[in-house]
């Protein structure tokens, strides 16, 4: 790694003593230099930047001020804390409390830490619940799951702000008769109900029950059903068809689970679970028994085998 960006730099400035100012720079304040020069090589936006940053780095001795340099840039990206804030309490659902994610109490995160923020749309998709379907990604979460796939919107202020521009665009998209409705992922979508419960009510209103709706969410039932959780919550679960709850728990990582990642994670029927006041799975649940690719091998030389 010191070596290359000891190239990098080279390319950057053509100069032989700079180039190993900076190799001998990385062996005692890699973090920082290597910041910068990975910025250069991977945004061509910040050549001007490393341009200026670059020499002034250089006059700074190598030592204990390095360390310092290194620890403040260190600070901008600190270490996620992740709690348990219900400690002792039971019955919270599969694999509840975690310590590879926070725990909240009944009704301590709600729709008043969202901006009404989307991550993202994506239209036409087979990977976010049955059928082809459109998915909308909301902003925000504080599970902070290790190992999450979305860290990178767990920040309430990421993406745009949802307007009627999008909206039309949803609502145009699921009335093609070959979509079969919407998912709601993030982010966390019951923590950005002040968006996603107008929307799902317009849906109802339009399309009744022939779109279905999909939720992913680091809740689990048993949470959401707790007393004292906030009731738009519920007021969200009752549009939903299909909710995939549970926090990611890295240790669970399973590859051949359907619409999961991991296996304390469930497939949720919601108005059976609500109607009988536990939860029922999703009926046409089906997890892979082995890989695909393995399946797809093993098919392929006997077949091969056979033929010649």
């Known amino acids: 790694m010191e070596t290359d960006i000891g190239i990098a730099v080279a390319v950057l400035y053509p100069d032989d003593d700079i180039a190993d100012r900076c190799y001998s720079w990385t062996v005692t304040g890699k973090l920082l230099v290597g910041y910068f020069c990975v ?3 991977r945004l061509n936006e910040l050549v001007v930047k490393v341009n200026v940053i670059l020499p002034a ?8 001020q390095a360390i310092q340099e290194q620890r403040m840039v260190s600070s901008a990206d600190p270490a996620v804390s992740r709690r348990d804030f219900a400690a002792g309490e039971t019955g919270r659902g599969p694999f509840i409390p975690t310590n590879r994610a926070s725990n909240p109490r009944a009704g301590q995160w709600t729709n008043a830490m969202s901006h009404n923020m989307i ?9 976010d619940g049955e059928g082809i ?10 599970f902070h799951c290790e190992g ?5 919107i767990w920040d309430f202020r990421a993406g745009h702000e949802y307007n009627d521009r999008l909206e039309a665009q949803i609502m145009a998209d699921l009335s093609l008769p070959y979509v079969q409705g919407i998912t709601f992922l993030g982010g966390e979508p019951l923590l950005n109900t002040g968006v996603l419960l107008p929307l799902s009510r317009k849906i109802r209103e339009r399309f009744g029950r022939t779109k279905d709706i999909w939720c992913w969410t680091g809740y689990t039932w048993e949470e959401l059903m707790r007393e004292g959780e ?27 689970l359907q619409f999961r990642g991991s296996s ?41 085998g056979a033929a010649s």
């Open 148 to 152: 999450c796939y979305n860290s990178s």
């Open 119 to 127: 991550a993202d749309y994506k239209r036409f998709l087979m990977t």
């Open 39 to 41: 910025k250069f090589l």
């Open 133 to 142: 379907r459109c998915s909308l990604y909301v902003s925000g979460c504080p």
């Open 57 to 64: 780095l250089f006059q700074l001795p190598c030592g204990q």
């Open 264 to 304: 304390n994670q469930r497939i949720i029927d919601v108005p059976k679970s609500l109607e009988s006041g536990q939860v029922v799975l999703w009926s046409k649940l089906h997890d892979q028994t082995r890989f695909i690719p393995e399946i797809y091998g093993k098919d392929r030389a006997a077949g091969e």
């Open 230 to 256: 906030s009731p738009d919550k519920r007021e969200l679960l009752e549009q939903i068809d299909i909710l995939v709850d549970g926090r990611y728990i890295k240790d669970l990582h399973d590859s051949l």
